[in-house]
């Protein structure tokens, strides 16, 4: 489905089954969309998507897709029209690990109610109804973290004023040395 992969879920096994709505998300997001103006397809998106699997070479998490097209959706937007089928995909991946589920699957919700781009209103919604799991407390995250960091030609972190070098545990260069917390 995506033209460029990364790989790092790939080794995902194919589900057997169909994606699930988590219990109580669609009603959760409906409610939590009351009175948000920009919700333009609020009274349509419970009865009008459709789950289905990513690939597992997908680098997403999850994707929505209105099977009208951009012409037509921004159209529907406009006047307030009913968006039309509506597509969201999960990758399989998401099954190791229930609370990033329900937050991706809210998360591509809002989009198919009419949060289409990414903001802080969407934000805001997203962690009311179903907020992101900590890296702590995801193995999926963990996983993804591990990946990117493995791929990395910068392994570990030298300080230029104490000589102190520590392994790289974070996708951003640190700021200031863990040791003497003089600037990098």
Same mark, same amino acid.
């Given at each position: 489905?995506?033209?460029?992969?990364?790989?790092?879920?790939?080794?995902?096994?194919?589900?057997?089954?169909?994606?699930?709505?988590?219990?109580?998300?669609?009603?959760?997001?409906?409610?939590?969309?009351?009175?948000?103006?920009?919700?333009?397809?609020?009274? =349509?998106?419970?009865?009008?998507?459709?789950?289905? =699997?990513?690939?597992?070479?997908?680098?997403?998490?999850?994707?929505?897709?209105?099977?009208?097209?951009?012409?037509?959706?921004?159209?529907?937007?406009?006047?307030?029209?009913?968006?039309?089928?509506?597509?969201?995909?999960?990758?399989?991946?998401?099954?190791?690990?229930?609370?990033?589920?329900?937050?991706?699957?809210?998360?591509?919700?809002?989009?198919?109610?009419?949060?289409?781009?990414?903001?802080?209103?969407?934000?805001?919604?997203?962690?009311?109804?179903?907020?992101?799991?900590?890296?702590?407390?995801?193995?999926?995250?963990?996983?993804?973290?591990?990946?990117?960091?493995?791929?990395?030609?910068?392994?570990? =972190?030298?300080?230029?004023?104490?000589?102190?070098?520590?392994?790289?545990?974070?996708?951003?260069?640190?700021?200031?040395?863990?040791?003497?917390?003089?600037?990098?």
């Amino acid at each position: 489905m995506a033209g460029k992969t990364s790989g790092f879920l790939a080794d995902t096994p194919e589900p057997e089954g169909h994606p699930y709505i988590p219990a109580g998300s669609v009603e959760d997001v409906i409610q939590a969309l009351s009175g948000e103006v920009d919700a333009v397809f609020r009274p =349509w998106v419970a009865d009008r998507f459709t789950l289905e =699997w990513l690939e597992v070479s997908d680098d997403r998490l999850g994707m929505t897709r209105f099977d009208e097209g951009s012409n037509e959706l921004v159209r529907r937007r406009k006047l307030r029209l009913d968006p039309g089928p509506i597509t969201i995909g999960l990758h399989p991946a998401l099954l190791e690990d229930e609370a990033l589920y329900k937050h991706t699957f809210v998360h591509e919700l809002l989009h198919a109610a009419g949060l289409t781009i990414h903001s802080k209103k969407h934000d805001k919604l997203v962690s009311k109804v179903a907020p992101a799991p900590s890296l702590k407390e995801s193995p999926l995250l963990r996983k993804m973290r591990d990946a990117v960091l493995g791929n990395q030609t910068v392994q570990s =972190w030298t300080c230029a004023h104490c000589g102190f070098e520590w392994k790289r545990r974070t996708v951003r260069k640190p700021k200031r040395c863990v040791k003497c917390a003089r600037p990098l």
